[in-house]
């Protein structure tokens, strides 16, 4: 089934993601968030010792710099991310993607039903593509800014639990199942049984 603009007559709901209502899911990519965040420092840590963020050395000028460098490049993160979410939205389906923020998370939407394929690869676009784009500054930046692109970096993969939670779920979901992500919920419809 390829992504659609509209849900073909012979598709029923088959289930309901949101994370607004429902507090325990939520609560569980909230976790997987955390988890991720964690593992991430501490196997960075054996690198690149996480004390370097508070290396002073330099002068107290550039130690601001970089927690300033963090919370920017973390807000600038928020809005690529969803931007990269919105060009493979509107890639795969030719319509134009909502955005916006609900207090609690940013979010790209659409109004087109996508196969499963695409909105898999819409799901895990940000991480591919930013994880890369990441990667490579690290290597570049001197050693001091490290932990500041790095950082970033788990703001790309943690911030993406959601999005790696759907991936899995709708992983296992049958090949016909198209997904309607409006931005702050998800429906997944299935064809119906013919008998």
Do not use: C
Request: glycine share 8%.
């Amino acid at each position: 089934m390829k992504t659609q603009k509209t849900l073909p007559e012979n598709y029923t709901k088959l289930l309901d993601i949101n994370l607004q209502k429902n507090k325990k899911l939520a609560l569980l990519v909230n976790v997987l968030g955390f988890t991720i965040t964690a593992v991430m420092i501490v196997v960075a840590n054996w690198f690149k010792p996480f004390s370097l963020m508070f290396d002073v050395s330099e002068g107290i000028g550039k130690y601001i710099t970089r927690f300033a460098a963090v919370a920017v490049g973390a807000v600038a993160y928020i809005i690529l991310h969803e931007l990269v979410h919105g060009i493979f939205m509107k890639h795969f389906s030719g319509m134009k993607p909502n955005y916006g923020f609900t207090g609690l998370y940013a979010y790209a939407g659409s109004k087109a039903y996508f196969s499963k394929r695409d909105y898999i690869i819409i799901a895990l676009a940000p991480i591919v593509v930013w994880g890369a784009v990441l990667a490579v500054i690290n290597v570049f930046v001197p050693e001091s800014w490290f932990w500041v692109v790095y950082l970033i970096q788990i703001f790309n993969i943690s911030g993406a639990a959601g999005d790696i939670y759907v991936t899995v779920k709708f992983s296992k979901l049958p090949p016909d199942i198209l997904v309607n992500d409006t931005g702050v919920a998800m429906t997944v419809y299935t064809k119906k049984n013919e008998g």
